[in-house]
């Protein structure tokens, strides 16, 4: 049967290490200039339906160094953007291509093409969940503090997709998450007592203070997620209180990394001095999404 990446649950906690293993082996033959073309003959189709850079790119260079293709493909440019059905597209999209990344405008779209695609569908970023993004914090935070059990990451302000998916992932990995967040903007109810079920070690609290006090890694991401623009003004005044600064530092622990998933809107929600000390992890946060990203189209299509 297909499998599917659309959430960071779609992977057991023993799945998910293994393809960190995976994607460590991939980065360290990489820096040797040894690429094994595993995926040769196959072609990964892109669709985005809002910006990326990092997304697109790592996508695009990981299924080359694997010996594939990626095409990128821009709704506007297809006829999804003039009305053609979801499922339409994904049976038709099933007959050319390998596999299916999409970023999508809503989850519900991602899930709907993932049900009529017979090829694996991959989750680049929806309103719910961002699942490649936090597979390769997850293996940023072993290279910088060799472990994930016991973790305590603070995430300080939006409680958006990127969030959801951190939360989530604690349920595999042992990490504990507090999320201090504007009371409006945490992350939605269900989604934390779903997690608290599943055995999520999550707490959301509104003092950022509070949240960074004895955190390994302190967290953020954009207060105005892509669709959210019209919100600028209002969102840039509520979230000013949670800016990660060198204040909200001084609370966690000494060696505490800082982690941001990017773009960033600098001294917005970090400040200059954080994203570019010693405790940012966020350049190597960004080069994984490369190696995690081949270990993981290995998985779903070698
Ligand atoms: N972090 C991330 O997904 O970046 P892009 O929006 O540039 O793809
Ligand atoms: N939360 C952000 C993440 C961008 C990578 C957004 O959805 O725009």
Redesign the pocket.
């Known amino acids: 049967m297909k499998k599917d990446f659309i959430s960071i649950l779609d992977i057991s906690r023993d799945e998910l290490f293994t393809l960190i293993a995976h994607a460590r082996k991939l980065k360290e033959e990489r820096k040797v200039g040894i690429h094994t073309p595993v995926l040769a003959q196959k072609t990964l189709g892109m669709i985005f339906e809002k910006?990326?850079?990092?997304?697109?790119i790592s996508f695009e260079t990981g299924m080359f160094e694997l010996g594939g293709h990626a095409l990128f493909l821009n709704p506007k440019d297809m006829q999804l953007g003039r009305g053609e059905a979801i499922c339409d597209t994904a049976r038709v999209m099933s007959r050319f291509v390998s596999a299916i990344m999409i970023r999508a405008n809503r989850h519900d779209e991602v899930v709907e093409l993932a049900v009529h695609a017979d090829i694996p569908v991959i989750n680049g970023?929806s309103d719910r969940e961002?699942p490649c993004?936090i597979l390769a914090d997850i293996m940023t935070i072993e290279e910088w503090l060799f472990r994930t059990e016991g973790i305590k990451v603070a995430w300080i302000g939006d409680g958006n997709n990127v969030c959801t998916s951190l939360i989530l992932s604690t349920i595999l990995t042992g990490m504990e998450v507090i999320v201090a967040s504007p009371e409006e903007f945490s992350p939605k109810k269900e989604v934390i007592q779903e997690a608290q079920k599943m055995g999520a070690k999550v707490r959301v609290v509104t003092d950022p203070f509070f949240a960074a006090e004895s955190a390994d890694v302190v967290m953020t991401d954009t207060w105005i997620s892509m669709g959210q623009e019209e919100e600028i003004d209002q969102r840039r005044k509520i979230f000013m209180p949670y800016q990660v600064n060198s204040k909200v530092m001084s609370y966690a622990k000494p060696e505490a990394i800082v982690m941001h998933?990017?773009?960033a809107h600098r001294n917005w929600e970090i400040t200059d001095e954080v994203i570019d000390s010693k405790a940012s992890a966020v350049w190597d946060q960004a080069e994984n999404r490369l190696h995690v990203q081949k270990a993981l189209l290995v998985r779903l299509l070698a």
């Open positions: 910006s990326s850079t990092r997304t697109r970023l961002h993004q998933c990017l773009p």
